[in-house]
């Protein structure tokens, strides 16, 4: 049985990186729905109807524990993917606020997020509910996607831009800033070079992938050969080539499926 992820397009790669370097002899199944990314601009409608076709595919295929590695889909659409699909398991991912809540010092906490995520029922839940007490601002930063997404450098006027979009998570006084969407742990490095070094960046993908363990022994899913299957309904050529690149590997050969 392998272990199927799907986001948006390539963001939850991040998570599926921290997955395979803790557990590396698994099989992997990972959608990229790149000809509709970003979704963090979609309607909550769309985000739900293309959760669902990607789920069946990955079933299809074989796939009983699903992470849906996609914010945007997690806080908004997750809950209903279990209750249609109840013969299969799901990870979501949803912004750090509890982790960043336990470690902040002033109290103010950012989140850097797309705009489907800071409108999803479970993201307002989870800030309800651990951050009494403290104050967040959520910053969009849909720009950030496609940037991951297109393979662009941070030259000097993407740094200017850059600097710009993380200006309110500074001028508010956050000392904790959240990477609320999957692309942005690709984008870790240039985040923090325009941060003060005092804020602490968040990023949850190695608890992601913790709680992925956790599932495999419970459900006994049996270990595989470590191979992983990548498809995108997006170019294949491009995907193959920002796969390898983002996985830090040799080469990936995309398969396509259905936009």
Request: glycine share 6%; proline share 4%.
């Amino acid at each position: 049985m392998p272990i199927g992820f799907f986001d948006s397009g390539v963001g939850g790669l991040s998570i599926l990186r921290h997955t395979i370097t803790l557990l590396p002899s698994y099989d992997y199944l990972y959608i990229a729905d790149s000809a509709n990314c970003p979704w963090g601009e979609r309607d909550n409608n769309f985000i739900l109807n293309r959760s669902r076709q990607l789920t069946r595919f990955l079933a299809e295929y074989g796939a009983r524990l699903i992470v849906v590695a996609c914010n945007s889909a997690s806080t908004n659409v997750i809950d209903q993917l279990r209750v249609d699909f109840p013969e299969l398991s799901f990870v979501g991912v949803e912004p750090g606020v509890k982790p960043a809540s336990e470690i902040t010092k002033n109290g103010r906490i950012a989140v850097l997020a797309t705009r489907a995520t800071s409108r999803g029922n479970k993201y307002i839940r989870t800030k309800e509910k651990h951050t009494q007490g403290k104050s967040v601002i959520t910053v969009a930063a849909p720009e950030l996607v496609n940037w991951v997404e297109h393979d662009r450098e941070i030259n000097f006027c993407r740094k200017a831009k850059l600097s710009e979009i993380l200006d309110p998570a500074i001028s508010f006084g956050a000392d904790t800033l959240v990477l609320g969407c999957t692309h942005f742990p690709f984008l870790i490095e240039q985040i923090k070079a325009c941060l003060p070094d005092e804020i602490t960046v968040i990023d949850t993908g190695d608890a992601v992938a913790r709680q992925v363990e956790r599932l495999c022994k419970s459900l006994e899913i049996e270990h595989g050969s470590g191979k992983l299957r990548v498809f995108t309904s997006g170019d294949v050529g491009v995907a193959s080539k920002l796969v390898a690149k983002l996985m830090c590997i040799s080469h990936m050969e995309c398969e396509t499926i259905e936009k």
